[in-house]
């Protein structure tokens, strides 16, 4: 009943710049953090940049001036805007949102299908 699609993934050299987009539809009552995380070959899925409702970002330390994170409320979007990227931040890159799907209901946790970010040395 809830999707999360991701966009933008692809093939960069280092240095470059990608803007991953993620748009969550479907049956929608609140969205509350929404986040990115990824996943390097034979590597564990790791967070990368969160941001709450209110607007309120972190990130993990190796992407902390390179890459960020937004949201539109209204469209029910995230980006992630990733500049001055290296050959580490290969990955596949999952979208991830706590969705709320009706008033008084719980909150799920929703991901995305990934899309492949490749860097190039």
């Known amino acids: 009943q809830v999707q999360l699609v991701e966009s933008g993934g692809g093939l960069v050299q280092y240095g470059g710049s990608l803007r991953l987009s993620c748009a969550a539809s479907?049956?929608?009552?609140?969205?509350?953090?929404m986040a990115w995380y990824r996943q390097p070959p034979g590597k564990q899925r790791e967070l990368v940049a969160h941001?709450?409702?209110?607007?309120?970002?972190n990130y993990v330390d190796s992407v902390k001036g390179r890459f960020t994170i937004s949201r539109d409320n209204a469209k029910n979007t995230v980006d992630l805007q990733m500049n001055s990227l290296k050959p580490e931040d290969t990955a596949v890159y999952y979208c991830?949102?706590?969705?709320?799907?009706?008033?008084?209901?719980?909150?799920?946790?929703?991901w995305g299908q990934g899309t492949q970010v490749t860097v190039s040395s």
């Open positions: 479907g049956r929608i009552f609140n969205i509350y953090d």
């Open positions: 991830n949102a706590e969705i709320q799907t009706r008033l008084l209901g719980s909150r799920g946790d929703y």
């Open positions: 941001i709450s409702n209110g607007g309120r970002t």
